[in-house]
């Protein structure tokens, strides 16, 4: 970023979970923010990428670098390379591994409400100090005051220019997940531990003295460990510089210490839920208790993460990075994920508008995907073309539980080809071969159903390269997601389909109106690719049967109206002057063919 600025404040501290936290915001700006990434993945040879240039990160005119460089280079753009030298080289090795400007230049915003991060006796020395310069010091009205204290984490892009391959969308998709919505899983562990003692703490309420010493007992037991653990430090350092020191009794001191590391951790955090409880225990005022009484015991939001922007223009690209294959157009998309102290998730993502455009030479359909009906009076805040809704529970043996899976999609007019299904296909899981998606999951299908002892065939194949057995069975579990139910709602679909075959073949078809069934799956052990191949599956079927059941009306109609001979005259005078006035006329013969 060519600017960063970034600002905390320092709020009272509030009740939450019968517990007085601190609480401290964080908000922060960028301007003229970028983001780099290699266009593939390099291996072990992470320390040969090449550092960025002040004039690549500054806020300068955006004319373009002065020599050949500036010449035939990309310049500012999205998607450009930076490099030092243009063409090729003699030793590429010695200019470092390339970058590409996966995001041009943008303006972002972060926000972060955290508790209990600060001591609470740092906090009341702010905030007495600012009573004092300010004349009004804190009421006790005010430590009444409740609200909902949940960590939450938000960051606002207004409008986004994206060019990646399939390598750099996992890497954000990475860093997205395990770094800025990332939540620590072991806080189920934790707030039941201190529910436990919380709830002794109240079965003893006569003993808080007891309660008193027992803390005093591990706080002191705390210091000798930490005067231990300065000991340990100490030798260990006396043992580097001395010569004569054997590198086995070096390993056993670091070993000794790291226990002792371990043991100070523990008994820290027992120390903290007891102190805790204690400050509890202790509280006294009824308005306080009479709020909390009736408060329910079960899983409670602890932590809250938005991504959000206005408009997004994301170029899909090749692996080289430079040959396009889509362009969509994203706005109003917004994405949340709570986490509760279940360890249980639930994900929210909506977008307002969403388009793709073909970007494949000599291909039929340019506009691959856009919305059919918007209705014209409903605000534009509220518009939204695709809501997906997750809820997923705590890990079981490392494989994700989605309890409720559903994908609400607005009515869709769909134009594609066979080639570029199978572009997206890779695009999306690079690690298959797009010419064989659907022959592998209906050989999966196939196996699942006739099989009868314990084989594990629904998982994915590992690459083949050396991994021990844990390792493999973490990736499965990483991989794999066992879905309780599933939900894709009824939807109408304007559809066009070409395939890789001049000749018109059942499936081509032009402008049809599809009506999508619902769909629902219950308790499958899937992949994402798994999923989207039974979708297409049951799409694809619901496809064939309306297609045959309409050329079929279509062609009953056209014979009837083949059949239908024209009136003779008898008829023609029934229809003029009422049948009264052609009594004694005989039964009118029908033609079943026409007059030649």
Known sequence: AAHASVSQNIHRPVWKERALLSKSTWSGGLEGMQYYATVSEEGADMDNIMWLAPNNISDADEGREPGPVGLVGSGKAVGGVVSKVVGVTDSPSNLGIQLQRVVSRCRAEFFYVSYGDTALDDVEVSLGNVGKSTGSPVADDDWDETETAVNAFTLVHHDLNVCTNSAQYVMVLDIINNLLLYSEPTQKARTDKYLRMRYQFMLEIDALEDHRKRIISLQNQLRQLVCEQRKKEKTIYMKTWDKDTKPQEKDRLEMEAQEIKDKMHVMNEDLDMMIRCYKETQMSSSQRQSSLRGQSEGAKLRRRGEICFSKAAWRLTEVDGQLGIADINISNFIFTRTSKSDDSVENLLEMGYVSMRNLLPNQRYENVLTPTELKRDMPVDRQRTVRIYSRERARVGGISVKDHFEINVAPLTICITALFYKKMMTFAFPEKDAETFDDDFETEKTKKKNKKSKNASFYVECPSVEKDDVEKMKERAERNKLFIYIKIPEVPIKVSYK???????????????????????????WTWLDLLLAVKSKTKDSLVTQAIKQKFLRSNKT????????????????????????????????RFLPRL
Request: net charge negative.
């Open 499 to 525: 395939g890789e075959k001049e000749k018109n073949q059942i499936l081509d078809v032009a402008d049809f109106q599809l009506q999508v069934p619902t769909i629902e799956y219950h308790n499958v052990t």
């Open 559 to 590: 014979s009837g109206k083949e059949e239908q001979a024209p009136p003779g005259d008898e008829e023609k005078a029934r229809m003029l002057l009422g049948s009264s006035s052609v009594l004694g006329s005989a039964k009118p013969t029908r």
